[in-house]
């Protein structure tokens, strides 16, 4: 029994990390797509309406339409698709990729633990508090050097990205209080979004894509669409189901400054101080090494 829980838990850490690689893109990408005037209406649209066209084939296939009526899918598609997309891509629009370290990733296990409390009542233990205090130990130094150094403002941007990390925080939670299936729980959010989202986008939002060659978009349409709304939800949903929301939530805000380590050898970019002071800060915070010192003591 106990073997089984550990393999369960490896299977968590799998897919977590594949999770990370992805959200890990995500920031560089949804950067690139605002840099190419595509608004942030027109990223949502492309994001829901390739999911939808690769994955209505799959559930005529499947003949699986019942579960889509849940309305806890609806609930869902509002807060994590609809809520959550149009918040994080009007962030990237006005404020740098390194604010999003801050703000949307940065706030996340904070969301996560606040809509624990508030969904499942479940109290801030001494452990989330510690976590806690790193993080924000390591977000404020990190906010400390870039205004030091010139390189940090606040602005709109920020407001969106802490709105969108609301959004998603509510929705990790929501994701373990109901347990759905992984593969009904995207595919129905997916759907849904799509379906609710994109006849407001084309009758009422503003539209730049004819500002935008076919090759970027088919390329921010199929990394949005296929790799951040089908593969990272599916193996995001299944690490939430085996490590919890909290856990989850906060080793995924490790993704963005993974990512920026990253760069150092693959676009020979220099490791930026605040980006390391903010990885220690968030690192020990999401890894809670203190854990492990407390099992040797035992």
């Excluded at 690139?32 to 027109?42: C, F, I, K, R, Y």
């Excluded at 452990?127 to 050097?145: K, Q, R, Y």
């Excluded at 503003?206 to 088919?218: E, G, T």
């Excluded at 089908?230 to 189901?241: D, K, R, S």
Aim: hydrophobic share 60%; aromatic share 14%; net charge positive.
């Amino acid at each position: 029994m106990r073997q089984a829980a550990t393999n369960e838990i490896k299977k968590g850490y799998v897919l977590l990390l594949i999770t990370m690689l992805i959200w890990g893109s995500f920031t560089i990408m949804a950067r690139v797509g605002a840099n190419q005037a595509l608004s942030p209406w027109d990223i949502t649209a492309l994001r829901f309406a390739v999911a939808f066209v690769v994955l209505i084939p799959i559930q005529l296939w499947r003949q699986e339409w019942r579960f889509l009526f849940d309305k806890r899918l609806l609930w869902l598609a509002l807060i994590g698709g609809i809520g959550y997309s149009c918040a994080v891509y009007s962030g990237f629009n006005h404020a740098p990729a390194a604010h999003a370290a801050i703000w949307l990733n940065g706030f996340l296990p904070l969301a996560t633990a606040i809509g624990a409390w508030v969904v499942l009542k479940e109290p801030f233990g001494k452990h989330t508090w510690l976590s806690l205090a790193f993080m924000a130990c390591g977000l404020g130094g990190m906010i400390a050097v870039m205004w030091y150094e010139g390189e940090f403002h606040l602005n709109i941007g920020d407001a969106y990205f802490v709105l969108g990390a609301s959004f998603w925080g509510f929705y990790t939670v929501y994701l373990k209080r109901w347990m759905l299936p992984p593969w009904q729980a995207m595919t129905g959010v997916a759907l849904w979004t799509a379906v609710i989202y994109l006849p407001i986008y084309a009758l009422w939002l503003p539209h730049n894509l004819s500002q935008v060659s076919i090759a970027n978009m088919l390329e921010q349409g199929i990394f949005h669409g296929v790799f951040v709304v089908i593969i990272a939800m599916l193996t995001y949903i299944g690490a939430v189901e085996r490590l919890g929301a909290f856990k989850t939530g906060s080793l995924l805000a490790l993704a963005p400054f993974l990512a920026a380590l990253a760069a150092v050898p693959l676009l020979d970019e220099p490791l930026n101080l605040a980006i390391g002071v903010g990885l220690i800060g968030m690192g020990i915070g999401a890894l809670q090494p203190w854990r492990l010192i407390t099992v040797k003591a035992h």
